[in-house]
Nanobody, 130 residues
Framework: QVQLVESGGGLVQRGGSLRLSCLAS????????LAWFRQAPGKEREAVSC????????MTSDAVRGRFTISRDNAKNTVYLQMNNLKPEDTGVYFC???????????????????????WGKGIQVTVSE
């Protein structure tokens, strides 16, 4: 049984940093990927960043590239999202996701990719104030 548990969210001022963690227990696929998505109030869920299970390659959305970094620690079954220089528009619920077949380079940033994700965490709130 796959369980994804996020931690590390909270309230931060503009320009601040947070690191999200996701403990991904039971996800042993050699293919596919782990990812972070986010959803702001009234908006559709969107991919933030993905990391491949196979080779560790990553994709990051244009909105956060250069500020956010995804990484993983395989020994701890944990994926991280380091978020620097946060902006109020980064506010939202952040979700950890796992998918057994997602091809990072081809699929991560597709608009509707979230509709096909296999597993989701419950989400964690990130709020960035002015």
């Amino acid at each position: 049984q796959v369980q994804l548990v996020e931690s590390g969210g909270g309230l931060v001022q503009r320009g601040g940093s947070l690191r999200l963690s996701c403990l991904a227990s039971g996800f042993t696929s050699s293919n596919g990927a782990l990812a972070w998505f986010r959803q702001a109030p009234g908006k559709e869920r969107e991919a933030v960043s993905c990391i491949s299970n196979k080779d560790g390659s990553t994709m990051t959305s244009d909105a956060v590239r250069g500020r956010f970094t995804i990484s993983r620690d395989n020994a701890k079954n944990t994926v991280y999202l380091q978020m620097n220089n946060l902006k109020p528009e980064d506010t939202g619920v952040y979700f950890c996701a796992a998918d057994r077949t997602l091809v990072v380079q081809a699929m991560c940033l597709e608009a509707d990719v979230w509709l096909h994700v296999d597993y989701w965490g419950k989400g964690i709130q990130v709020t960035v104030s002015e």
